[in-house]
T-cell receptor, first 114, second 113 residues
């Protein structure tokens, strides 16, 4: 089955540590996205990428970094500069063909501070 | 700039009664509109989408939504709520050319037995 796989499902970070969240898709989608979700709030865009080797900052990019070396993969690194990283992180992808298509989402990674 | 407002943060209904989740959008262009559902600790699942075809859109699990340009609304409805409908629902507005998708803050639907 085609879809988006996020791993791990739960992740714990120590103070001063960088952690990387994985996102892989086998939908052959061009565009990929990272969102942060806090309790009782909607989704806020961290970074997005429309093609390989290119990405743009979203609304809350500070303290995060990404790479897009392969079409299928869009990992997110939460750096030590992100002072409040505890949240639910969602990865999404969508095709850029056939007009304005919806995003497909992974099942998320929940990040907590030790 | 485009934005989306979900008018209710929490809606509570009894099983078997109708569901209405309200969404208003602001867009300078003809938008695409989507409704998603999220169950606890899960990703978002697409319920339905409007992309300038028929104004009444039918989705999965008996949900439907009507695009009303004059009211800039895209409310989600279901004739009869089921216990499994209890979840968080998000309205999303999108404009294709600028790759800008905006999410509402969400509406939590509670279904009472």
């Amino acid at each position: 089955d085609g879809g988006i796989t996020q791993s791990p499902k739960y992740l714990f970070r120590k103070e001063g540590q960088n952690v990387t969240l994985s996102c892989e898709q086998n939908l052959n989608h061009d565009a990929m996205y990272w969102y942060r979700q806090d309790p009782g709030q909607g989704l806020r865009l961290i970074y997005y990428s429309q093609i390989v080797n290119d990405f743009q900052k979203g609304d809350i990019a500070e303290g995060y970094s990404v790479s897009r070396e392969k079409k299928e993969s869009f990992p997110l690194t939460v750096t030590s500069a992100q002072k409040n990283p505890t949240a639910f992180y969602l990865c999404a992808s969508r095709t850029r063909q056939l007009g304005d298509q919806p995003q497909h989402f992974g099942d998320g990674t929940r990040l907590s501070i030790l | 700039a485009q934005s989306v407002t979900q008018l209710d943060s929490h809606v509570s209904v009894s099983e078997g009664t109708p569901v209405l989740l309200r969404c208003n959008y602001s867009s300078s262009y003809s938008p695409s509109l989507f409704w998603y559902v999220q169950h606890p600790n899960k990703g978002l699942q697409l319920l339905l989408k409007y992309t300038s075809a028929a104004t009444l859109v039918k989705g999965i699990n008996g949900f439907e939504a009507e695009f009303k340009k004059s009211e800039t609304s895209f409310h989600l409805t279901k004739p009869s709520a089921h216990m499994s409908d209890a979840a968080e629902y998000f309205c999303v507005v999108s404009y294709y050319n600028n790759n800008d998708m905006r999410f509402g803050a969400g509406t939590r639907l509670t279904v009472k037995p």
